[in-house]
Every structure is written in structure tokens, then in C-alpha cells.
């Protein structure tokens, strides 16, 4: 992709990455990009670089508008391994520039990289830099979503550089929102934001409120907003700010999703009049078999809906092994205002419908007991219980999403 201007002398200079479909276990079936940028000014600076396997990518790009040894000034936004690994690359094409971070990230990258020869500028939050006809603020964001983080704001161009925040897993040829809603969908989009929240930042929730609160403080207009990943926003960047607030304050669809493994299709069964109960309540519900589906999908459904019903059969006495791993991965997410509920099947003793409470539990969830457990495989008796549960279960996630 050659560069794209995001306003006069801004320009995208990153790199489109069609193929990667693991992303730090992080399954990405639509791509991504790495997004860095170069503002042409008396002190030509460049915003962040690349994942390294793209630097001679972001270098061609910069070549097309500046000789790289022009370049004055170098931020890096976050020092995780897709944006900084190419920094060495540029700094030995731009051996005088400084280079901004904060504190937290000259300590990490003197890990990966021998920066003694490098002129190192440590900021701090509300520290600015001009660079001629414009003005850069850099504002901390710690644990957005490493403790290194932080954003830059072009005071004058209005434009916020957020790194990995607002940003999704997208590759596309459109930069821009209003562009991909064009040739994609606004839906796509949006489910692309759900995705990257719930798999990478859910459990920063309160962090962000306090963060989008800050900005929302000093008073910064914002026009456009460039994340390090996905698609630019410049038609509607509000739309994504408003998106990040009601996520971080635990919205959800007022819906249910099943997730549930199987080892003899018994627990599948029990799926079927399960979901009918839920949509005879009148909630929509979407089905999710974890061997056929990546652990990311479904912890994106999982936080899309504020209900959810997990099943597994019974192996050793514990839940099966997908389902163990994607309570493992809740664990490490932190979901809040949930309702949860447990099924499945056993043979000549139980187990995992009490683990997957246990655990819903542990991680302050809202659960929906006693839950349901079919001998073998499900009679028709069987399955009448499961419908019943299933509307039950409906009826409760009703109320319980009123209260919010």
C-alpha cells in the first residue's frame, strides 16, 4: 500500500498484513495492519513504527515523500513487539533523530535494542513538542494496554495518534471509516471493534473510562483518531469514543450465546432445545461449538451478550478441554455484568457443570443455578427440561440486563 494523507503533510505510512491469522494466540480471520505515521514539517517526525517483518515496507513509503535522514523526531507510542521492532531499522537511516518514549518504555526496549548511540527523550504526560507549524502532546495512558502506553495529539490538525487503542484487527485497502463502510459494512466494523475489545483490553474497562474522562477534561477536539491497527477514524471519530465508554462500562445485547463442546454429540443435543427455549422467550441467541470456532470469536460473543450458557460433558470428573481453556482465557479477561449459566452431559459421574460454576464464581459472574445435566444422552424428557431451561434462563437474563 503506498502512503495516504490523512490531512495536509499527515500521511499513513504503515504496512497491510492480508495473512497473519495468529496474532499472540490471538486468531485474526480478517488480517490486520500496522499503522504508523509521518507529519512533514520543519522537524519531520515520525509516529511509531512497524512489526519488523514490514520495515522495508514502512521505509519505501517513507522514501516516497522524505529522505529518511530528515527525519527529527521518532515517538513511539508502545514498545509491543508490532510497533517497535523495525525502530532500529529507521534509526539506522535517521541516526540523528531523537527519539520520544516514556520511562517505562526506554526501560523495555534497552532489553531489545542497544540504544546507547541514540538520542532518547523521556516524556512525561502533558509534556508537548513542537515541530514547526504544529504541536504534539503526548498524554500517559499506563495499562492501555501495557504500562509503556501512551497517545499523541497534533494540537493544530486535531488528530489523535491512540496506538493500540480504538484500533482493530482489519486488513484492508480502505484507510479511512466512512471508505471501508463503503465497501464492507458498518456491521463489520463494529464487530471488529467488539473483537479487539473483548480480546485484548476488556479487562482495562475502568482504566479507559478514566482515560477517555481525562481527555474529555482538558478540553481536546478531535477530528480524526489513527490507531496503530485497523481502519482511521475520521468520519465519526465520536461514534468509536462513545463505542470504548459503553464497552468499558460492561454493555451488552440483551441476547444469549451457547458455548459448549462436545465429546458424543450428547452435550450437543442438548443444544438445540436449549436455544429454542431461549428465542421462544423472545432473545435472540447465536450457538458456538468451540472446536469449530476460535477461542477469540467466542469470547467476543461471550461479552457481546449479557447472558451466556456454557456446556461441556464430563471427562475425568472436569469440564472438557476447550471449555477449560476458554474459562482459563475468561480468567485472565475479567469480564463483569454477566449472567451465566452451565449444561452438559455425563456418564457414571458428574462434574463439569459444578467446575464451570466454580469458576463463573471466582470471577464475581452473576450465575443462574442449579444447572442442568443429562444422564448419557438426552431423552425426550430430557429435552423438554432443556427448552424449559433454556426460556428460564432467558427470563432471567431479561431482568438482570434491566438492571443495568
Known amino acids: ?48 513504527t512497524v512489526k519488523h517483518d514490514f520495515a522495508d515496507t514502512t521505509i519505501k513509503n517513507i522514501k516516497t515523500l522524505i529522505e529518511p535522514s530528515k527525519i527529527k523526531h521518532v515517538v513511539i507510542n508502545h514498545i509491543e513487539n508490532d510497533h517497535a521492532t523495525s525502530i532500529d531499522r529507521i534509526m539506522a537511516l535517521a541516526p540523528k533523530a531523537t527519539v520520544y518514549m516514556t520511562e517505562r518504555a526506554r526501560k523495555a526496549l534497552d532489553r531489545f535494542f542497544d540504544m546507547s548511540g541514540w538520542k532518547v527523550k523521556i516524556v512525561k504526560n502533558g509534556e508537548s513538542l513542537n515541530i514547526g507549524k504544529r504541536t504534539l502532546l503526548f498524554l500517559e495512558t499506563p495499562m492501555l494496554h501495557w504500562p509503556d502506553s501512551m497517545v499523541t495529539y497534533v494540537k493544530e490538525d486535531k488528530v489523535l495518534f491512540s496506538q493500540d487503542a480504538f484500533g482493530q484487527h482489519i486488513a484492508s485497502s480502505a484507510r479511512f471509516d466512512d471508505e471501508f463502510v463503503t465497501c464492507a459494512s458498518m456491521w463489520e466494523l463494529e464487530d471488529a471493534v467488539w473483537d479487539y475489545y473483548a480480546n485484548i483490553l476488556m479487562p482495562f474497562g475502568q482504566l479507559i473510562k478514566a482515560k477517555i474522562g481525562e481527555i474529555v477534561k482538558a478540553g481536546l477536539e478531535i477530528e480524526m483518531i489513527a490507531p496503530d491497527h485497523g481502519i482511521i477514524w475520521r468520519k465519526d471519530p465520536g461514534k468509536i469514543i462513545q463505542m470504548y465508554l459503553d464497552m468499558a462500562a460492561g454493555k451488552a445485547t440483551q441476547s444469549v450465546t451457547i458455548i459448549y463442546d462436545t465429546m458424543w454429540q450428547s452435550t450437543e443435543a442438548m443444544t438445540q432445545p436449549l436455544a429454542r427455549g431461549v428465542n421462544d422467550e423472545g432473545l435472540d441467541c447465536k450457538v458456538i461449538k468451540l472446536r469449530a470456532t476460535p477461542q477469540s470469536v467466542a469470547a467476543k460473543e461471550f461479552w457481546k451478550s449479557r447472558g451466556t450458557l456454557i456446556g461441556s460433558p464430563t471427562l475425568n470428573n472436569l469440564t472438557f478441554p476447550t471449555i477449560a481453556q476458554f474459562l482459563a482465557n475468561l480468567r485472565g479477561l475479567r469480564p463483569k455484568n454477566r449472567l451465566v449459566g452451565a449444561f452438559g452431559s455425563f456418564g457414571w459421574g458428574g462434574g463439569a457443570v459444578k467446575e464451570i460454576y466454580d469458576e463463573a464464581k471466582k470471577l464475581g459472574l452473576a450465575v443462574f443455578e442449579p444447572g442442568l445435566q443429562v444422564l448419557y444422552r438426552p431423552s425426550l424428557e430430557d429435552e423438554a427440561r432443556c427448552y424449559e431451561f433454556g426460556r428460564a434462563f432467558a427470563t432471567k437474563v431479561k431482568e438482570y440486563h434491566a438492571t443495568f
Do not use: C, Q
Not at 1 to 16: C, F, Q, R, S
Open 1 to 48: 500500500m503506498k502512503p495516504t494523507e490523512l490531512k495536509n503533510d499527515i500521511y499513513w505510512v504503515g504496512a497491510v498484513d492480508w495473512a497473519v491469522r495468529d496474532f499472540h494466540g490471538y486468531e485474526t480471520p480478517r488480517g490486520t495492519s500496522y499503522n504508523n505515521y509521518l507529519i512533514l514539517d520543519n522537524d519531520p517526525t515520525l509516529i511509531d
